[in-house]
């Protein structure tokens, strides 16, 4: 129904009944009959005619319409149907104000107004008629207006609900990039120091069966501590409020202590206070000295590695140098997809630090300044 009353059909009904209804209303009340009835009956069927071609055509139906008008005048018989043609004139000035194209709507306007006063006479001033012509153009106007706005406003929806989508697929893009970062630190680390105490354990099984056994021990809490930072990650994603983050400092020493049980030699040294680290500073500080160490187990075996946790004021640096391989290669460098690094920043990033990796002499440096909560610095500021 909504469609067929928003199309030129029921314009074309509602022209036919008036063509029809007009003269059926003048013959019940006998006055259809003479030549001028005849001939402004006539006029005014041309004029209810317009309203077919009103929403396509809208400033050529209206000059026919007015065309009409002025042919009507110039019989100067007798008045049109006032009804049925003000409701014709209303509905073309209203279908001009929602054209676009003001300025040619309003000159069509206009004629329209203009011939509507000659035909009800040029001078006599008829206030309904100027108000009429005025006021459907007016009220076009307004509606042209606000439809403007709600296509506006449907457009601006659509854009929004597509950046909202874009949205939604970069945080899920993100989101796997994080579960991969943090799988690749642990996955990583865990099978560098395997191979390495799988390698070693092999030779000494002949040699030596007790450090073979302490290889194989080695590489069980490897394995061990692999499963539990898994199982925590696990936790992560199946809760949306997922548990507290690990306290990163405080296992750094046992990190460390892995790494030289896998034949590192890796010295750690602790300088001033690093309390007042966050859930994910610390956690970035440990997975950065991790992701080090393991570097370090790859690129370049045999190389001695510090690593230095320091107080800098608002902050706590970990830095992890290396110096260069001393040893055969490993193997170890082909392992990885080279996301180590890009992984090391994007996490150091996400909690407001900053981390610099490059040469340092022959070896690697990696720092991180990582921001300490506001009142722990300024605890140690005071102190």
């Not at 009340?29 to 006539?42: A, F, P």
């Not at 317009?50 to 007015?66: K, M």
């Not at 509507?116 to 006479?121: D, E, F, H, L, P």
């Not at 290889?215 to 069980?220: F, K, S």
Request: aromatic share 4%; proline share 5%.
């Amino acid at each position: 129904m909504a469609a067929l009353l928003e199309s030129w059909r029921a314009d074309a009904i509602l022209a036919a009944g008036l063509a029809i209804g007009t003269p059926l209303y003048l013959a019940a009340l006998g006055q259809l009959h003479g030549t001028n009835v005849i001939y402004q009956n006539g006029c005014a069927t041309g004029i209810y005619a317009c309203l077919i071609p009103r929403r396509a055509y809208p400033r050529l139906a209206a000059l026919a319409a007015a065309c009409f008008l002025v042919v009507a005048s110039l019989g100067n018989t007798g008045p049109l149907p006032d009804g049925p043609t003000a409701l014709v004139i209303l509905l073309l000035g209203y279908t001009l104000g929602t054209t676009d194209g003001i300025w040619l709507s309003a000159a069509a306007q206009l004629c329209l107004g203009l011939a509507t006063q000659r035909a009800s006479g040029f001078f006599v001033f008829n206030p309904f008629i100027v108000v009429g012509i005025v006021g459907s153009f007016a009220l076009g106007l307004v509606v042209r207006s606000r439809r403007r706005l709600t296509d506006q406003l449907a457009a601006r929806s659509n854009e929004l609900e597509a950046e909202r989508e874009r949205f939604a697929a970069e945080a899920v893009r993100y989101e796997r990039a994080r579960i991969a970062r943090e799988l690749h630190d642990i996955v990583g680390h865990c099978i560098s120091v395997m191979v390495i105490q799988a390698v070693a354990g092999q030779r000494l099984a002949d040699q030596d069966p007790a450090l073979a056994a302490e290889a194989l021990d080695t590489i069980a809490e490897v394995v061990s501590q692999a499963e539990s930072e898994i199982g925590r990650l696990v936790e992560l994603l199946e809760h949306e409020h997922g548990p507290r983050g690990i306290d990163g400092i405080a296992l750094v020493d046992e990190l460390v202590a892995r790494a030289a049980a896998a034949g590192l030699m890796v010295n750690c040294r602790f300088s001033g206070s690093a309390d007042g680290l966050s859930g994910p500073a610390g956690e970035a500080a440990y997975r950065v000295v991790q992701e080090s160490l393991t570097n370090a187990l790859k690129h370049a075996p045999g190389a001695p590695v510090d690593v230095v946790i320091a107080e800098a004021g608002g902050a706590v640096e970990v830095a992890v140098s290396n110096g260069p391989p001393t040893a055969p290669p490993s193997g170890l460098e082909r392992l990885g997809g080279g996301r180590g690094l890009a992984g090391m920043h994007e996490r150091v990033r996400a909690c407001g630090g900053e981390l610099t990796a490059g040469p340092d002499g022959d070896g690697w440096r990696v720092m991180a300044r990582l921001p300490r909560t506001r009142s722990q610095a300024q605890t140690s500021a005071s102190g």
